[in-house]
């Protein structure tokens, strides 16, 4: 039995080493802090990435908190368009999301597929939530009273999430 092994292609992503503060791509602001992202499975470089410094994940955060205010005014049609608009993006690209995911978790084709469908599928099923989102009246044991609940953003929240399925994880 011969096993044909197929030089990798050059990463699509291999450019991606920026954060996204503020509306723009930019490098990270430590001096000393890079990482290196590497294919677990052949310990091929991905990606060099400049580290964040405190004040670019306080910035973020600051940039993060001020869009949160438009997005929770905005109406349930603009958000059901934009994560709608997000699961369309991850359709048309889907077979170079699974290479990267390959690539960035160094799995199989098989999962990196699952990964996949469970990230887009999430989005899909998300730009419907706009539109249910929705108060209640609830009883309380006041006689003749009742209590309106309303559902209202939380706010800007940080994740660190596994390495083993980023695109999903992250969505």
């Not at 292609?9 to 723009?24: H, M, N, V």
Request: hydrophobic residues 35%.
């Amino acid at each position: 039995m011969s096993t044909n092994i197929v030089p990798e292609s050059p990463p699509r992503y291999a450019d991606f080493t920026k954060q996204y503060i503020g509306g723009e791509w930019r490098e990270g602001r430590s001096s000393s802090h890079v990482i290196e992202d590497t294919n677990p499975f052949n310990g091929s470089v991905i990606a060099r990435i400049r580290g964040a410094s405190v004040e670019d994940v306080s910035e973020a955060y600051r940039c993060a908190e001020r869009a949160q205010l438009g997005w929770a005014v905005s109406s349930p049609r603009e958000r059901s368009t934009i994560l709608r608009r997000a699961a369309d993006l991850i359709l048309r690209r889907r077979d170079e999301i699974i290479e990267a995911s390959i690539r960035e978790v160094g799995g199989v084709r098989k999962f990196a597929e699952i990964v996949w469908y469970f990230a887009w599928s999430i989005l899909d099923t998300a730009s419907t939530y706009p539109f249910r989102a929705a108060g209640q009246i609830v009883p309380t044991d006041s006689q003749g009273e009742e209590s309106l609940v309303y559902r209202e953003p939380l706010g800007v929240i940080g994740i660190i999430s596994p390495w083993n399925s980023p695109i999903n994880l992250t969505i």
